[in-house]
């Protein structure tokens, strides 16, 4: 799965909405994280990032020169690794990537408190999951709000195959 010419320009709008949000990215080295579903398999997941990045890129010179923060949602773990952009766009850094079961995935909220804890500098946070009714069956919504409250919900954007949500709209639902 790439991105569609309709899903890059939705996705260009996102971007650019949350590099305005009153308080964000001001200029300098921006940092950002893309939070990876390992409920996606390798070949899609290498094809989407490297989109992703060569949109960015294109977007702005901005991106040239981010640090990027990879980050591994699966069943057992959460992790994240920085890497060069470059690596993630040619795929080299799927190498040990490992697709995992979806029935045993950590819940939405458990990935919001992971990256308020750990990438509330992140001033733009993209979020790749492929089943967006999995993603949005919440347990506990209390548990969701504080995590993506205050900052998150402006900075988040969220992929699925078949549409591009900004975290705002996610945390509205």
Not at 10 to 34: D, F, S, T, W
Not at 69 to 80: D, F, Q
Not at 161 to 166: G, V
């Amino acid at each position: 799965m790439s991105l569609t010419p309709v899903q890059n320009l939705q996705l260009h709008n996102q971007i650019e909405r949350v590099l305005h949000v009153p308080g964000n990215y001001r200029g300098g080295i921006l940092e950002m994280a893309i939070v990876i579903d390992l409920a996606y398999d390798m070949e899609t997941v290498k094809i989407l990032c490297g989109d992703i990045i060569a949109s960015c890129k294109k977007q702005s010179d901005i991106f040239r020169n981010v640090r990027l923060n990879m980050v591994l949602w699966g069943e057992r773990e959460i992790s994240t690794q920085a890497v060069a952009s470059a690596y993630v766009q040619i795929g080299t850094f799927f190498a040990a990537y490992r697709k995992e079961d979806v029935q045993g995935m950590k819940p939405t909220e458990e990935i919001m408190e992971y990256l308020k804890k750990f990438h509330a500098r992140s001033k733009l946070i993209l979020l790749l999951t492929p089943d967006k009714g999995r993603f949005c069956k919440i347990a506990r919504p209390e548990r969701l709000r504080a995590a993506m409250g205050p900052f998150l919900k402006q900075k988040l954007v969220i992929i699925y195959p078949e549409e591009i949500q900004s975290g705002t709209e996610f945390f509205m639902l």
